[in-house]
């Protein structure tokens, strides 16, 4: 009798998939109380996740940051990075006001992470944010939280407001000629005798940037560290501070979610305190300056050109020897050798330098952040172009600088309007050469 044998299969034990599980966790100040505590929450959430069967460590994203109302939280946005790469499947963090205080925010985030399958736990309030109730109940404990975070930053207001109307001064850290700590405001003898000096000076005559070149010869630095301009020592001039008063709120932070700081501008009351520390300067030679300000200003007022085109007769170019011009296309604005402008490329083959990076190249060496036509007059004597991307600075004191600047993309460079005009340039030559025009 044939026997038969029949083969059978049986399914494969698979292992269940691991989830990939990361933590966030966040304190809102660095005092030693709250560092403890973000040290705490990371050991917690390490040892919670590696305990748990059937997940994967990923590790723990932590921020010390002053408040949960802004994104420039490094490990919270390398956190997102990590999650839009796929490298995580669930993230733990304790509360709502821990993740974001702001109620956009913080539903556009948990949105995104949804749409990528990731899930957010927030273990106070329970909530899984698959969940069907999930969102809806985000949205109410978010804008609680904003809530707070506003009538927190209202309360901070109004105390800080008391205390001016009181005369008392707040948030003062750092003036040349004085040495600021949290409690107290002294004069600092050294930096007090410059001071006493540049009043000297300006009153006698001597002009600011005269000023200020000295004292960067001499190597003495401003309260930041850097060296001296035109603009320092009229700050310097104007100070009310040197004669021992201060105005207050002369600035504001513009609302609860950016916390920028803004000039006031009349917005708010501004508080005029005397006597709130040791002047430097008395009464008298203090209003000299203010007359030499106000004159200086009067003097200066109609200069218009020089304020918006500080550039203007300063650059001059290396292959012709004429000086570059000020010229606007499709709204943006470039510095070129007038003979290129004026004959073209045939007599001068001079390159146009976009204004934006010339500013920006300028501010580097005059070691500003920002582009300051005032300082750039008092120290720069002029510009030199020898060649394509080079840039040679010629100071008044006869110090000479070179730099060289880098190209902007096609890309980054043309506006849609100009874009448009080569399509349409390319299109008209390519009918012509067909034989037909349009």
């Known amino acids: 009798m044939k026997r038969t044998v029949e083969t059978v299969s049986f399914p494969l034990t698979t292992q269940p998939k691991m989830i990939r599980v990361a933590a966030y966790a966040r304190v809102s100040s660095g005092k030693d109380a709250m560092l403890h505590s973000l040290s705490a929450q990371v050991s917690y959430y390490s040892d919670m996740i590696q305990n748990h069967p059937g997940w994967l460590y990923c590790g723990v994203y932590a921020d010390e940051a002053l408040t949960g109302t802004k994104d420039t939280r490094e490990n919270f946005q390398r956190l997102i990075a990590d999650c839009r790469s796929g490298k995580v499947d669930l993230v733990i ?85 004085y040495d600021i700590t949290k409690d107290s405001v002294t004069v600092n003898p050294v930096q007090a005798e410059i001071v006493r000096e540049i009043f000297d000076r300006a009153i006698s005559g001597e002009s600011f940037g005269s000023i200020s070149r000295d004292l960067n010869k001499r190597g003495i630095k401003t309260a930041f560290g850097n060296t001296w301009h035109q603009s320092r020592i009229r700050d310097i001039l104007s100070c009310e501070k040197y004669i021992g008063d201060a105005v207050l709120q002369k600035k504001y932070v513009n609302n609860h979610i950016e916390k920028k700081l803004v000039k006031n501008n009349g917005k708010l009351p501004m508080y005029y305190a005397e006597g709130t520390h040791e002047p430097i300067i008395d009464r008298s030679t203090f209003e000299k300056a203010q007359d030499i300000l106000r004159r200086w200003d009067e003097k200066t007022k109609g200069h218009s050109p020089h304020k918006h085109y500080p550039f203007s007769g300063k650059i001059v170019c290396g292959s012709c020897g004429l000086s570059y011009k000020h010229i606007t296309t499709n709204g943006r604005h470039y510095w070129n050798c007038r003979t290129f402008q004026e004959k073209g490329k045939s007599f001068c083959h001079a390159k146009q330098i976009p204004e934006k990076i010339l500013e920006a190249v300028t501010a580097e060496v005059l070691g500003l952040d920002t582009f300051d036509g005032e300082v750039f007059l008092s120290e720069i004597d002029h510009i030199k172009v020898p060649g394509p991307n080079q840039i040679i600075y010629v100071f008044s004191d006869g110090r000479i600088t070179e730099r060289t600047w880098k190209d902007p993309s096609r890309r980054d460079s043309w506006t849609p309007e100009m874009k448009e005009t080569a399509r349409q340039r390319a299109l008209k030559q390519r009918r012509t050469k067909n034989g037909f025009t349009r």
């Open 93 to 177: 963090t304790k509360s709502i006001s821990r993740f974001a205080r702001n109620t956009v925010t913080l539903l556009e985030t948990v949105r995104e992470l949804k749409s990528l399958g990731i899930d957010v736990f927030f273990e106070e309030q329970n909530i899984y944010t698959s969940s069907c109730e999930g969102e809806v109940m985000l949205a109410i404990l978010a804008s609680y939280a904003q809530e707070e975070s506003l009538s927190a930053s209202e309360n901070q207001k109004w105390r800080i407001r008391k205390s001016y109307e009181q005369g008392e001064v707040l948030q003062w850290r750092h003036l040349f000629g």
